[in-house]
Nanobody, 126 residues
């Protein structure tokens, strides 16, 4: 397992943008597939996006396709989630996660991941 730390959340108006970051202090994420999930109050944790260890493959939930972009830089030991055209329904706590299945990107289930961050709040006002 690897300890993950998210940052970059905040309050933004609808139509705005935010970029979330995920890093692993003292450890490398280079061999892991990385994913982003979100959880709104009273709802289950929902898959957002995933990326292979190399960055060569990505996978998105239909609800964010075309608006969100997942990326990574293993030299910087960081993964990002660029969120554009934000909607009030994007409001949630966002979590990054690491999967030992480094070559996979079709990883939509929380059970696919062994390590999680503490989450960062994203609030989109209408």
């Amino acid at each position: 397992q690897v300890q993950l730390v998210e940052s970059g959340g905040g309050l933004v108006q609808a139509g705005g943008s935010l970029t979330l970051s995920c890093t692993a202090p003292g450890r490398t994420i280079g061999s892991y597939a990385m994913g982003w999930f979100r959880q709104a109050p009273g709802k289950e944790r929902e898959f957002v996006a995933a990326i292979t260890w190399s960055g060569g493959g990505t996978f998105y939930a239909d609800s964010v396709k075309g608006r969100f972009t997942i990326s990574r830089d293993n030299a910087k030991n960081t993964a990002w989630l660029q969120m554009n055209s934000l909607k009030p329904e994007d409001t949630a706590v966002y979590y990054c996660a690491a999967s030992p299945r480094g070559n996979a990107y079709n990883l939509p289930a929380p059970a696919d991941y062994g390590s999680w961050g503490q989450g960062t709040q994203v609030t989109v006002s209408s």
